[in-house]
C-alpha cells in the first residue's frame, strides 16, 4: 500500500529553470489535486483533475501546469521557476463525487528557488 | 462560497491538559467535515471526519461533534501528550465531492 508518492523529496533550482513534480497513487482515485503550502498561508489548490484527460485550475494556477495521462500519475511542472514558488508541495487523492471521501496526501516536496 | 475558520495559535499546553481547538465552517448544502493532522516534516494525514449532522467523529483519543445549528466542528482531547504536538487543519467537503477547504492550521506544542 505505497498510496500516493511523491518525488523528489527536496529541490533546489534556480531562477527560470524548469523542473516536474512526480505525483503517482495507487489507489485507483480518479481525483487529484496539487497544493502548496506557506507560512501563514495554509493550503492553496493549485490544480486539479477529476479524471485521466481532465484537469483544472485552483486557486493559485500562475506558474504551473498540469496534465492527466493516465489515472495514476498527476504531474506538475513549473516552466520557468521564481523565488515566489519556494514551497512545499503536497499531492493528493481520493475519490470523486463523493463529499464523505477524505484525501490522500503525499508526504511533500520541498522546493526552494534560489 | 464555501470557508473554513479556525483558531491560529500557536497553542501550548502542558502535557496531560485538555485541548479545545475551534473550527466553524461556512457551506452550502451538506458538506462533510474533516480534521487533519501535519507532524514535523511530514505531509497531512486524516485524524477524523463527520459526514452529517450531530455525527461524532473520533481517532486516537480526539473527538469532534458535527454541529449545523452552530455551524462548528470543535477538536477537543481530554489529555494531551507531547506526540500530539503537530498542525491541525480544519477542512469541509462539499457533498458532491467538490474540492477540499482548508482552514489556516493550529500549530500545537505540548511541554513535558
Known amino acids: 500500500n505505497a498510496g500516493v508518492t511523491q518525488t523528489p523529496k527536496f529541490q533546489v533550482l534556480k531562477t527560470g529553470q524548469s523542473m516536474t513534480l512526480q505525483c503517482a497513487q495507487d489507489?485507483?482515485?480518479?481525483?487529484m489535486s496539487w497544493y502548496r503550502q506557506d507560512p501563514g498561508m495554509g493550503l492553496r489548490l493549485i490544480h486539479y483533475s477529476v479524471g485521466a484527460g481532465i484537469t483544472d485550475q485552483g486557486e493559485v494556477p500562475n506558474g504551473y501546469n498540469v496534465s492527466r495521462s493516465t489515472t495514476e500519475d498527476f504531474p506538475l511542472r513549473l516552466l520557468s521557476a521564481a523565488p515566489s514558488q519556494t514551497s512545499v508541495y503536497f499531492c493528493a487523492s481520493s475519490r470523486p463525487w463523493d463529499g464523505t471521501h477524505g484525501y490522500t496526501f503525499g508526504s511533500g516536496t520541498r522546493l526552494t528557488v534560489v | 462560497g464555501n470557508s473554513v475558520t479556525q483558531m491560529e495559535g500557536p497553542v501550548t499546553l502542558s502535557e496531560e491538559a485538555f485541548l479545545t481547538i475551534n473550527c466553524t465552517y461556512t457551506a452550502t448544502g451538506y458538506p462533510s467535515l474533516f480534521w487533519y493532522v501535519q507532524y514535523p516534516g511530514e505531509g497531512l494525514q486524516l485524524l477524523l471526519k463527520a459526514t452529517k449532522a450531530d455525527d461524532k467523529g473520533s481517532n486516537k483519543g480526539f473527538e469532534a461533534t458535527y454541529r449545523k445549528e452552530t455551524t462548528s466542528f470543535h477538536l477537543e482531547k481530554g489529555s494531551v501528550q507531547v506526540s500530539d504536538s503537530a498542525v491541525y487543519f480544519c477542512?469541509?467537503?462539499?457533498?458532491?465531492?467538490?474540492?477540499?477547504?482548508f482552514g489556516p492550521g493550529t500549530r500545537l506544542s505540548v511541554l513535558p
Open positions: 489507489m485507483n482515485h480518479e481525483y
Open positions: 477542512a469541509l467537503r462539499g457533498n458532491y465531492g467538490q474540492n477540499f477547504v
